[in-house]
């Protein structure tokens, strides 16, 4: 009687395990559904738009004004779609662990302001400043258009997030020997506590309306535990967003320019 005890209580806990499965399989089909709906709706808005500017501009009959209007809003559009193409593929990448790094010294306020030359027009549009406070110069091992993706999105999230008129401040700290932090901050609609802890989750949107995938946090979060380093999260609804990245310090300097011409 004791070893059908034993049976009953392992088969017990078999169909929780089971069912536990189950259960994730359902949930994982259904963020995949919801992902293809989300994706499908993001890509169809710049084909839409691009058909139909292309239509009209073949049609004849326009302006050369009203022309370089429609080619400029099919290129943007375009450039919108590899945007998305793009970081399709680079999640499905990290997904398979196949994102490799090309590593290399690298001066994290020469990334940061190349960051924000990328973004200038952008917030231009919503007259919002970006700022830039360094302490110093900090080198760091990474890949520095890896880290530029990550502190492009965050800043456009930011962006995306903040009110006209307002500021975007990036800022870079030493925290330790081994440990330099970069925190992008804004003054925009904030993020709820109940939120807070899924927008890494990918694919997780708190308004489906904003547009995007849903990728860019996870994608970030990703590159930059690529590079031994963490991303953190503080946030507070209506009051603005804090993200932090915190990547390891190397004592590895740039080799000294010689002076003095050709030597000896
Ligand atoms: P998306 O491509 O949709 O922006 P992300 O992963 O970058 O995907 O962000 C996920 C969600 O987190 C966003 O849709 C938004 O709801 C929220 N979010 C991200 N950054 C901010 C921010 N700075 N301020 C407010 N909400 C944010």
Redesign the pocket.
């Known amino acids: 009687t004791r070893i059908k005890g034993d049976y009953k209580y392992e088969i017990g806990d078999l169909a929780t395990t089971l069912n536990y499965m189950a259960d994730e399989i359902i949930r994982s089909n259904q963020i995949k559904d919801d992902f293809i709906s989300s994706i499908s709706h993001e890509l169809r808005t710049p084909l839409t738009s691009i058909k139909g500017w292309s239509e009209t501009l073949i049609s004849g009959g326009y302006d050369p004004e009203e022309t370089k209007l429609g080619m400029g809003i099919i290129s943007k559009e375009s450039d919108r779609l590899i945007g998305l193409v793009e970081?399709i593929l680079d999640f499905s990448k990290l997904q398979q662990n196949e994102m490799k790094l090309s590593i290399a010294l690298i001066d994290i306020k020469v990334v940061l302001q190349e960051t924000i030359l990328n973004v200038w027009a952008k917030a231009e549009k919503k007259r919002i400043h970006l700022l830039l406070e360094c302490e110093g110069t900090i080198y760091i091992k990474g890949d520095a258009n890896r880290l530029k993706q990550v502190f492009l999105?965050?800043v456009?999230?930011?962006v995306?997030?903040?009110p006209e008129d307002s500021s975007i401040v990036l800022s870079t700290h030493r925290l330790s020997k081994e440990e330099m932090a970069v925190i992008?901050r804004?003054s925009?609609?904030?993020?709820s506590e109940a939120?807070l802890s899924r927008?890494?989750d990918?694919f997780?949107?708190?308004?489906?309306l904003?547009?995007?995938?849903?990728?860019?946090?996870?994608?970030?979060q990703q590159i930059v535990e690529l590079h031994h380093g963490k991303l953190e999260l503080d946030?507070e609804l209506g009051k603005?967003?804090q993200?932090t990245v915190i990547l390891p310090l190397t004592e590895e300097q740039p080799p000294v320019a010689a002076e003095g011409g050709n030597g000896p």
């Open positions: 970081e999105n965050l456009d999230n930011a995306k997030f903040s992008v804004d925009g609609i904030g993020i939120h927008v890494r990918r997780f949107q708190v308004d489906a904003n547009g995007g995938t849903g990728l860019g946090l996870a994608i970030s946030s603005g967003t993200v």
